[in-house]
């Protein structure tokens, strides 16, 4: 069975600031990874994905991410908030066979502060 | 290119009365196609998915169910709706390859009062 705790249902930076979200999983095989970002009364939109090959993952809106096996982690980052990051931010985790739907973190709602 | 669309945007509904919500993927064929619910500061708990015409796996057993007539096609539906049903509906599809995330339609919004 797969699983993906994220840290913290809310954070709060300053514009700016350095945006660390946090993803930790559990998979019994290598899992494909992935991030979400949803803005209010909308569907959810791919930021980035780690599927094989390099570990650090670059995505849309200056997202980036890196995947640690070690720690059974893949953490979002981005240097410097901007006002437009305000959103809520979902991590998820797939299977290799395609046959399993996605399991979803609970979610971590950023609040970007001027 | 591939779009999804779903629709309505927003539905409120009196309790005991039935539901249909439809979900149309353009662009592609045989895709995946999921069912998701998000309760008010909740995540997402998805409810049914589709790998094919007339296969239907159920998540969570509830007062909902889910068809699929058309390759591209998913439909939500209820005959009594509940309080409880009440949240943020996404339709989402991804080809049948597993190293490709999803595509979320836009959403409904259904409001039982």
């Known amino acids: 069975a797969q699983s993906v705790t994220q840290l913290g249902s809310h954070l709060s930076v300053s514009e700016g600031a350095l945006v660390l979200l946090r993803c930790n999983y559990s998979?019994?095989?290598?899992?494909?990874l992935f991030w979400y970002v949803q803005y209010p009364n909308q569907g959810l939109q791919l930021l980035l994905k780690y599927t094989t090959g390099a570990t650090l993952v670059k995505g849309i809106n200056g997202f980036e991410a890196e995947f640690k096996k070690s720690e059974t982690s893949f953490h979002l980052t981005k240097p410097s908030a901007h006002m437009s990051d305000a959103a809520e931010y979902f991590c998820a985790v797939s299977d290799r066979t395609g046959r399993r739907a996605l399991t979803f973190g609970s979610g971590t709602r950023l609040q970007v502060q001027p | 290119s591939q779009t999804i669309h779903q629709w309505p945007a927003t539905l409120v509904q009196p309790v005991g009365s039935p539901l249909s919500l439809e979900c149309t993927v353009e662009g592609t064929s045989n895709p995946n196609l999921y069912w998701y619910r998000q309760a008010a500061g909740r995540g997402l708990q998805l409810l049914f998915y589709?790998?094919?015409?007339?296969?239907i796996s159920s998540e969570v057993p509830q007062n909902l169910s889910a068809s699929r007539p058309q390759d591209r096609q998913f439909i939500l539906s209820s005959k009594k709706l509940l309080l409880s049903d009440s949240g943020f509906y996404l339709c989402?599809?991804?080809?049948?390859?597993?190293?490709?995330?999803?595509?979320f339609g836009s959403g409904t919004r259904l409001t039982v009062v």
């Open positions: 998979s019994s095989v290598p899992p494909y």
């Open positions: 589709s790998v094919g015409i007339g296969q």
């Open positions: 989402a599809w991804r080809p049948g390859l597993s190293n490709y995330g999803y595509t």
